[in-house]
């Protein structure tokens, strides 16, 4: 069994990024709108926050109470989208209930579309063209490519179909020459899915779901889940100790697609910044 380490990945992938931003005109700047006080969210931010310091970006953190309504959201990220010295846009998810997140992801200028979850940058990727991609999904390609392992041809089954993973991987792999079963929560017999897998990806949030029984022999393993338990030890979708002797590969939980996630971002800035010149 191997392990994908993300963490290893991002940082030669950040390490290679940050030249390239030193030889231009100016810093790129990330704006990130965090709507609330969820903990988790916090995190994530404090982790862009670092990235984005580390590559020489400018971080505009703009944070708003959790009563906030959708029309103060929407004028924020209008002046976001006319400001020259903003290349990125991202509305950390979730937002509170009141808000709807489709209309606010909409009202984001479809090239600072950091998180590539517009639907002008979701189209471009179905149909293959150049665009701003969801940084999961992207991370989870990136990280197969620097092990060597191979897509085209495989046959790839992701549990999940969110907008922020499941779909826009779908795609990607599509994209990549994969052969792909989308699977979800109304799926039945999971497992006759999961069991075709040479690439097995498992988004969904329900700790340790996947054991050795759902994984085919030799299979790679890529688990999107980060959970806590009640005794508060994180773990993934995928019962790690169970499965890791039956694949060739797996990541870890934590250290594996959640720093690809991170890293993806500081590129999609980079690309942002590319793309509006």
Do not use: W
């Not at 999904?137 to 495989?154: A, E, H, R, T």
């Not at 994209?175 to 979800?184: R, S, W, Y």
């Amino acid at each position: 069994m191997g392990i994908l380490d993300g963490k290893k990945v991002k940082f030669e992938i950040l390490e290679e990024l940050k030249k390239k931003v030193e030889l231009l005109d100016r810093k790129p700047g990330l704006a990130v709108i965090q709507i609330g006080e969820d903990p988790a969210s916090c995190v994530y931010v404090k982790n862009k926050n670092k990235m984005a310091d580390n590559l020489g970006y400018i971080f505009n953190h703009i944070k708003l109470s959790e009563d906030v309504n959708e029309e103060e959201v929407l004028s924020i990220i209008s002046n976001l989208n006319n400001d020259d010295n903003i290349d990125g846009i991202l509305v950390q998810m979730p937002v509170p209930k009141h808000l709807n997140p489709k209309v606010i992801q909409e009202a984001i200028d479809p090239f600072k579309d950091v998180d590539g979850l517009n639907s002008v940058n979701m189209g471009k990727l179905a149909h293959d063209t150049n665009c701003l991609i969801p940084c999961t999904p992207m991370g989870i390609v990136d990280l197969l490519k620097y092990y060597n392992i191979p897509i085209s041809g495989k046959n790839v089954t992701i549990i999940g179909r969110s907008d922020l993973v499941g779909k826009p991987l779908a795609s990607l792999m599509t994209n990549n020459n994969a052969t792909v079963t989308l699977c979800h929560s109304k799926t039945s017999n999971l497992k006759d899915f999961t069991l075709l897998a040479d690439i097995l990806v498992v988004a969904v949030g329900v700790p340790n779901l996947i054991t050795k029984d759902y994984v085919k022999e030799g299979s790679v393993v890529i688990d999107v889940g980060i959970n806590r338990l009640d005794n508060g030890k994180i773990c993934g979708d995928v019962d790690f100790d169970s499965v890791k002797d039956k694949v060739s590969y797996i990541t870890p939980v934590p250290g594996g697609v959640g720093q690809m996630t991170v890293a993806e971002l500081g590129l999609n800035t980079y690309k942002a910044y590319i793309l509006r010149k």
